[in-house]
T-cell receptor
Framework: QKEVEQDPGPLSVPEGAIVSLNCTYSNSAFQYFMWYRQYSRKGPELLMYTYSSGNKEDGRFTAQVDKSSKYISLFIRDSQPSDSATYLCASYSGGYQKVTFGTGTKLQVIP | GAVVSQHPSRVICKSGTSVKIECRSLDFQATTMFWYRQFPKQSLMLMATSNEGSKATYEQGVEKDKFLINHASLTLSTLTVTSAHPEDSSFYIC???????????FGPGTRLTVL
């Protein structure tokens, strides 16, 4: 079992839709949770960063962590064609422990 | 957010040659940098962790003599692919660990094609 599981998609939605991206993880020691966006042939870009459980909002993006169920979510409101990319979730336990990435979900927002 | 640069962005080389990739943190000091490799439609695979002033720590299955890592300063780490072969063709991405928050910022990546 992978430490971080993510549905690879692809996920296609119409412009303006609310997008829900999800990951599950198995390592109870994970404390830090991140979402990265990666455009084709580019390096990942940090979108959201949360510590422990709870919600965090930044513009159209909301990150949610439920440590009791080991579930990580990213919501995108009013999705735009420019949101079309691969979204990677990532987690680690802190300190100098390595970060574990999901395989990424490819999102396509159709105009 | 913190900025990490990589150079070159793209390199094509002949089999048997060596290629050096630079990773720089532009506006912060990074005591730890990471090197990843990404094959098409796959996620990032950590190759090694690089700490300034000390030897890199390689992940299992990564040949340390083939992928030489030097973290010479708090803002620069280099990855040298020695005697490159076509199977080394991949997208190489570095990241640098920043504090406040404690997370990783990624470079734009280097696409290596070995003919």
């Amino acid at each position: 079992q992978k430490e971080v599981e993510q549905d690879p998609g692809p996920l296609s939605v119409p412009e303006g839709a609310i997008v829900s991206l999800n990951c599950t993880y198995s390592n109870s020691a994970f404390q830090y949770f991140m979402w990265y966006r990666q455009y084709s042939r580019k390096g990942p870009e940090l979108l959201m960063y949360t510590y422990s459980s709870g919600n965090k909002e930044d513009g159209r993006f909301t990150a949610q962590v439920d440590k009791s169920s080991k579930y990580i979510s990213l919501f995108i409101r009013d999705s735009q064609p420019s949101d079309s990319a691969t979204y990677l979730c990532a987690s680690y336990s802190g300190g100098y422990q390595k970060v574990t990435f999901g395989t990424g979900t490819k999102l396509q927002v159709i105009p | 957010g913190a900025v990490v640069s990589q150079h070159p962005s793209r390199v094509i080389c002949k089999s048997g040659t060596s290629v050096k990739i630079e990773c720089r943190s532009l506006d912060f000091q990074a005591t730890t940098m990471f090197w990843y490799r990404q094959f098409p439609k796959q996620s990032l695979m950590l190759m090694a962790t690089s700490n300034e002033g000390s030897k890199a720590t390689y992940e299992q299955g990564v040949e340390k003599d083939k992928f030489l890592i030097n973290h010479a300063s708090l803002t620069l780490s280099t990855l040298t692919v020695t005697s490159a072969h076509p199977e080394d063709s991949s997208f190489y991405i570095c990241s640098a660990r920043a504090t406040g928050p404690d997370t990783q910022y990624f470079g734009p990546g280097t696409r290596l094609t070995v003919l």
